[in-house]
């Protein structure tokens, strides 16, 4: 009994101990970009110790119910070499993953990481063959370290075997001990008795947020998250539904109310422009005039929306949130819920009823993130997409098609186009890692990316002023999401600043249009310049209107929200539960505020796809009648 229990002892200890060597392995990877200090680590190694504690429980489990078994019967050493062998290669992988991916995302690792499984060549183009090789063979050197430490505890001594018929007392009163610890490790797993438990933010303990993410245990976070993967819902329930209305009251108006007008036409032809990644710290609004001139210098001649904020930090959110009015929430991705996603009003779906032809171009993978199925659900009548393209091309940039050929592209589509009126959106792909650009104009490649990107916008617009198509058209330019660079992140107002630019022959006047708005806006205010209803634009708000009278925008992250109005800006984090950033005095108000509109915006997701399922469910008796 004692060598068994010997060696459970020792199983899981040794686990918390890869545990704790991997958080510090993880803090010395980003010591040039986040120092800290020896207390720092023995901070983040104690606060963080508890969910190492209640994470290696999990891994307990199989060596504990082989121990009981070892009771009764001799148990091949093989089954637990291959138990060895298999959390050798899970905590190898969770641990390079975590630390490889933090760089990129500033989160830790979680299962929003599986959706590049469904298209792993999108998440090769962000890296080298290099960056990826090295990572292999740490890889394989980790796992296989981890494998011959286990090894050494070697498997839980089975019966003796010189005994022909070992005593059955002394075995029902060992296994009847272990029945009686399975609770505690349960319990243990669970994180006690109480209300609360075990989660990310138990470990939450510093107001530097590189050290809170370092306490916290990559296995967990991973493991945790497999339930709320891009397509899982989570329900916001801070409020009565009196409360949450009374506190939303006014924030989103449906009806276009003597908008201010902007445009010399009611119906121009329409081109957007989504700019990956390029958040106003690139541009003037950051302080960095040199890194976009062309788009600096185009603001002075367009209606320039200066205080537009980005609804969230990811390509399939931003996009939705900028052609469906859609709001965007810090874990569900709706572009990855098809029953919903393909349901969603859009700008496409409102422009294709008023005999708009419509298409989209991207240089990538088009089915990345299930972004196919809602384009051509909302209204996307063309999809011209990497495939369309030569081999010579697609192969000009790690994404696919870099950006100076997609714009050529879309500018003699323009300029052969025969329909009355058409709309098309561009998607650009170029502004993101690895920055493999084609010019060399800035030393930093991260400003270099964009000033090329700055470069292909400005040369796409000088061309097509040139055409006859220009007079009566309206270009549209914003980016889909900031970027987490030079230490601006969620905490900042500036990660969610982003420029809005209309530009085009269709432009009545230059104009600066200060009023606080989100991308999302962008819907109600175009169709409401255009004298289209858009009430099913549930959250998009025509900020020309007159009934515009709550100006609020608000940004989700992974599992946190931000939020910005006229009073001042707050960032809450939602692991933590906590406000982790605010400017101004009112921030109790904000949070109310933040978590009202994450009731409200929530509810009305699980509601439509409740509803959306009710006919579904009904259809096929419906059609018999």
């Not at 120092?35 to 104690?46: A, E, K, L, N, Q």
């Not at 981890?146 to 498997?155: A, C, Q, R, T, V």
């Not at 409401?528 to 940004?555: C, K, M, V, W």
Request: net charge neutral; proline share 4%; hydrophobic share 40%.
């Amino acid at each position: 009994m004692k060598c068994r229990v010997s060696y459970l002892l020792r199983f899981y200890l040794l686990t918390v101990l890869v545990f704790i060597a991997a958080k510090v392995v993880f803090m010395l990877a980003y010591y040039s970009e986040h120092p800290f200090t020896v207390g720092d680590v023995s901070d983040v190694v104690r606060h963080g110790l508890s969910l190492d504690l209640s994470t290696a429980l999990y891994f307990l489990i199989v060596p504990f119910l082989l121990t009981i078994v070892s009771i009764w019967a001799r148990v091949p050493r093989w089954l637990f070499c291959v138990y060895y062998a298999f959390i050798a290669v899970a905590f190898a992988l969770a641990f390079v993953a975590d630390t490889s991916l933090y760089g990129f995302w500033q989160f830790k690792l979680d299962a929003s990481c599986l959706q590049y499984l469904e298209s792993p060549a999108e998440a090769a183009a962000s890296v080298s063959a290099g960056y990826l090789l090295l990572r292999g063979v740490v890889l394989v050197v980790i796992a296989a370290l981890i494998y011959g430490l286990y090894g050494l505890n070697g498997p839980a001594n089975t019966h003796p075997a010189h005994i022909a018929h070992p005593p059955v007392f002394p075995r029902l009163y060992e296994t009847t001990l272990y029945g009686m610890l399975l609770p505690l490790i349960i319990i243990g797993i669970r994180g006690g008795l109480g209300e609360s438990t075990t989660n990310i933010g138990q470990v939450y303990f510093s107001q530097n947020q590189f050290l809170n993410h370092s306490a916290v245990n990559p296995v967990f976070s991973f493991l945790s998250s497999l339930s709320k993967s891009g397509d899982y819902i989570v329900c916001y329930d801070y409020y009565t539904d009196d409360e949450c209305a009374s506190l939303t009251d006014g924030l989103y108006n449906t009806i276009s109310d003597q908008p201010d007008t902007l445009l010399n036409s009611t119906r121009p032809n329409i081109v957007i422009i989504l700019m990956e990644s390029c958040g106003g710290q690139f541009t003037e609004l950051g302080g960095h005039p040199e890194i976009t001139p062309r788009l600096n210098a185009l603001a002075h001649e367009a209606v320039y929306f200066t205080e537009c904020y980005a609804n969230s930090w990811r390509t399939d959110k931003g996009v939705v949130s900028t052609l469906s009015g859609y709001p965007a929430f810090p874990i569900t991705s709706v572009m990855k819920i098809p029953e919903k996603s393909r349901l969603l009003p859009s700008i496409a779906k409102s422009l294709t009823s008023e005999n708009y032809s419509t298409a989209f171009y991207y240089g990538g993978d088009i089915n990345f993130t299930n972004m196919r199925s809602y384009l051509v659900g909302t209204g996307y009548q063309q999809l011209r997409w990497k495939a369309d393209y030569s081999r010579s091309y697609q192969t000009t940039a790690q994404w696919g098609v870099r950006d100076d050929l997609m714009f050529s592209s879309l500018l003699e589509d323009i300029k052969s186009e025969r329909s009355n009126h058409w709309m098309k959106t561009l998607l650009t792909l170029s502004s993101h890692e690895p920055w493999d650009v084609p010019t060399s104009d800035l030393d930093d490649e991260v400003y270099n990316a964009f000033h090329y990107l700055d470069r292909c916008v400005g040369t796409f617009i000088d061309s097509l002023r040139q055409t006859p198509q220009w007079k009566d058209l309206l270009v549209v330019i914003l980016p889909d999401h900031g970027l987490r660079y030079q230490g601006v992140d969620e905490t900042t107002r500036l990660y969610n600043h982003i420029p809005m630019l209309w530009v085009g022959g269709a432009v009545s006047k230059p104009r600066r249009i200060s009023h606080l708005c989100n991308q999302s806006d962008l819907a109600a205010t175009l169709l409401g310049q255009l004298g289209l209803p858009h009430d099913e634009y549930t959250f998009s708000r025509d900020i020309l209107s007159s009934n515009y009278h709550r100006p609020t925008a608000s940004h989700t992250y992974n599992n946190g929200i931000t939020i910005y109005d006229t009073t001042g800006f707050m960032a809450y984090d939602l692991d933590a539960a906590r406000v982790i950033a605010h400017e101004g005095t009112d921030t109790a108000r904000l949070l109310r505020q933040a978590r009202a509109l994450l009731q409200l915006t929530s509810k009305d997701l699980t509601h439509s796809l409740t509803t959306a399922k009710k006919k579904t469910t009904k259809a096929p008796f419906a059609s018999k009648k």
